[in-house]
T-cell receptor, first 114, second 109 residues
Framework: TAGITQAPTSQILAAGRSMTLRCTQD?????MYWYRQDLGLGLRLIHY???????GKGEVPDGYSVSRANTDDFPLTLASAVPSQTSVYFC?????????????FGEGSRLTVL | GQNIDQPTEMTATEGAIVQINCTYQ??????LFWYQQHAGEAPTFLSY????GLEEKGRFSSFLSRSKGYSYLLLKELQMKDSASYLC??????????FGAGTTVTVRA
């Protein structure tokens, strides 16, 4: 079972360029999330989607956009990358609502903006 | 918003017990989670508490006191493979999950 697949695994990007991080899940989970992880700051929520067709802003949304055209895909776009967006990005999904609602994470995408 | 505090680092000896504390302040509460994250890997789910008390799962136990905004993760019979970061996370009233900065546990022989 693939679970959550993120691409690319790592990328070096010039400042000012645009980039889309891809995320696909095969668990039919309603909710999907994008987090960034930085040393000493932990995981911070960028954007989320509780169901296909809806998205919401997390703690650190500026400079990022997302879309949720269907249940499986949740791409994260950086329109004009800046060095402060250098980070490890994790996509996650969960069953929204009842149960433990635990998050299942992808393997992460390491982005370096120069 | 959320305010989640946990120690930055802890060191313990193989076979020993370590307790990782987590305090939190949230707008609404819908559960507390502990995740384990090995270096360079994705976080993986360890435990979930939504009611006060102790949840035991093998060598790992997690405790919650909602009135005190406090939880701990107890790791017993430490093994070298338990060296990792342990993340405390709180689900708020809107069902969004916020994470603490994580506690790096180093297990020494």
């Amino acid at each position: 079972t693939a679970g959550i697949t993120q691409a690319p695994t790592s990328q070096i990007l010039a400042a000012g360029r645009s980039m889309t991080l891809r995320c696909t899940q095969d668990m039919r989970h309603n909710a999907m999330y994008w987090y960034r992880q930085d040393l000493g700051l932990g995981l911070r929520l960028i954007h989320y989607s509780n169901t296909a067709g809806t998205t919401g802003k997390g703690e650190v949304p500026d400079g990022y956009s997302v879309s949720r055209a269907n249940t499986d895909d949740f791409p994260l776009t950086l329109a004009s990358a800046v060095p402060s967006q250098t980070s490890v990005y994790f996509c996650a999904s969960s069953v929204a609502g009842g149960g433990t609602g635990e998050l299942f994470f992808g393997e992460g995408s390491r982005l370096t903006v120069l | 918003g959320q305010n989640i505090d946990q120690p930055t680092e802890m060191t313990a000896t193989e076979g020993a017990i370590v307790q990782i504390n987590c305090t939190y302040q949230t707008s609404g509460f819908n559960g507390l989670f502990w995740y384990q994250q090995h270096a360079g890997e994705a976080p993986t789910f360890l435990s979930y508490n939504v009611l006060d008390g102790l949840e035991e799962k093998g060598r790992f136990s997690s405790f919650l006191s909602r009135s005190k905004g406090y939880s701990y993760l107890l790791l017993k019979e430490l093994q070298m493979k338990d060296s990792a970061s342990y993340l405390c996370a709180v689900r708020d009233g809107d069902y969004k999950l916020s994470f603490g900065a994580g506690t790096t546990v180093t297990v020494r022989a």
